[in-house]
């Protein structure tokens, strides 16, 4: 049922309620949010919607740390602190962060990391730049698998020449190690190294 304020005065008259009490209380009452709710001035009405530094890392999935480092590195921006000593993240900063550690997963450097996402932000350089640094990163990791297929050539090398059995002053593993290889060790060597 709905009263128009015209409607109070009379329902006041006929219940003997004198002052405009029922006026008073057609004002809106507080609504209640809950524990968690925080009220913002006008001027940080802005504020409200931005993130702790840790809920930034928990939605990003990686530790605090990770994001003060990133903060150091300079690959994410360090917030203002607030007031409250406390620094408040907008919402890009976890799309931030999942980019440059998806990047890092990828193999990318924080050097490398940093210049995506300057080509991100500056769209004037179109997707091919981003393809060619994507495609001197396949480079880089086909010579790193090259180099290690020629580690492990060498330690297959040397694990078959070990026996087990024999004392480790004789262990051309480890004489290998030191520079006192025999021949056909020291061969194996020069070639790993080339």
């Not at 809950?34 to 530094?53: K, Y």
């Not at 931030?96 to 995506?116: H, P, T």
């Not at 004392?167 to 030191?178: N, Y």
Request: a positive charge; hydrophobic letters at 35%; charged letters at 30%.
């Amino acid at each position: 049922m709905t009263i128009g304020i015209g409607q109070l005065g009379l329902l006041e008259n006929k219940l003997g309620i004198q002052g405009g009490w029922l006026k008073q209380a057609e004002q809106p009452l507080t609504p209640y949010h809950g524990t968690g709710f925080m009220l913002a001035s006008s001027q940080e009405e802005h504020i409200v919607n931005r993130l702790t530094i840790g809920r930034v890392a928990k939605r990003a999935g990686v530790g605090v740390e990770t994001i003060r480092f990133y903060e150091r590195k300079g690959l994410l921006e360090e917030p203002p602190r607030r007031e409250s000593g406390y620094r408040q993240y907008p919402e890009e900063a976890v799309t931030r962060v999942r980019f440059i550690r998806r990047a890092k997963d990828l193999g990318f450097s924080l050097r490398e990391v940093d210049e995506l996402l300057s080509l991100r932000v500056d769209r004037r350089n179109g997707a091919s730049a981003v393809r060619r640094r994507a495609e001197a990163k396949i480079t880089d990791i086909e010579h790193k698998l090259a180099d290690l297929e020629r580690i492990k050539s060498v330690l297959v090398e040397l694990t078959s020449c070990c026996q087990s059995k024999s004392p480790t002053g004789d262990c051309p593993i480890l004489e290998a190690l030191e520079g006192r290889s025999r021949a056909d060790v020291g061969e194996s060597l020069e070639r790993a190294e080339k």
